[in-house]
């Protein structure tokens, strides 16, 4: 069975939209509130929980983790950059695993894979500081063998396959059929490797028919559809509720 991890991050991200610079929570009025999503996805079957805590916090809080990781049923998977701050931070709030992403203030989401094979002694270095506090690593990577090969060179048990490229091929036939066969062998590759490989990134409702076809991947982590999906099955109730309450 192939694993699904839930990213909350987006669920933050719209709570940052309108109450980024409260303190209090107005009695619970601050919401959405991205712990409470994670437990609710826990309830539903999800297998582990991500969040990112980016290095310029726009979503996810350290506060919403710790809130999380008091009640959390499942396990938590922080991504973080392999900056010094962002990596103490992790190691502190003591996750069961990490992922490693690159980041750029400008992206408006993870846009790339971390190359590792151009990092890789900053790279071994934060794999080892995680392994040796007993927190295994994914490396968030494009799925491109030198990636792959750097990414075993350093010991990182995980990796993380960038589905973004495949994502956005999706609907077209021929890039589709190309991209997947790229997934297909960095995962044939990473296997080979002795590396687990999970992936994600940009996988949808529609495009999870390909994504699953993909034999050997672990985990899926998957966040943006799944808010876009809870919003729009839950809308309409949502009108009628106050719809009904203006009513009464
Ligand atoms: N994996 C990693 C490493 C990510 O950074 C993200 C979010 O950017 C995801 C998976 C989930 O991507 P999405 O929100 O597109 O499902």
Known sequence: MILLGVNVDHVATLRQARYRDETNTHGGFVEPDPAAMAWL?????ADGITMHVREDRRHVQVEDVQRYLERKKTRLNLEVSLSPEMVDLALSLKPESVCLV??????????????????????????????DAGIPTSLFIDPD???????????????????????????????????????????????????RVNAGHGINYENVEGAKTLDGVY??????????????????????????????
């Open 41 to 45: 996805a826990e309830d539903a079957g």
């Open 219 to 248: 985990e899926y982590n998957i966040g943006h559809s799944i808010v876009c999906r809870a919003l729009s099955n839950g809308f309409a109730d949502a009108v009628q509720t106050m719809r009904r309450m203006l009513n009464e």
């Open 102 to 131: 690159p980041e750029n203030r400008k992206e408006v989401t993870t846009e790339g894979g971390l190359d590792v094979a151009g990092n890789l002694e900053r790279s071994r270095e934060v794999v080892r500081a995680f392994l």
């Open 145 to 195: 063998t030198s990636q792959l090969e750097a990414s075993a060179q350093i010991e990182s048990p995980w990796v993380e396959l960038h589905t973004g490229s495949f994502a956005r091929a999706w609907f077209e036939p021929e890039r589709r059929k190309k991209e997947l066969a790229t997934l297909r062998q960095g995962m044939d590759v990473g296997v080979s490797l002795g590396l």
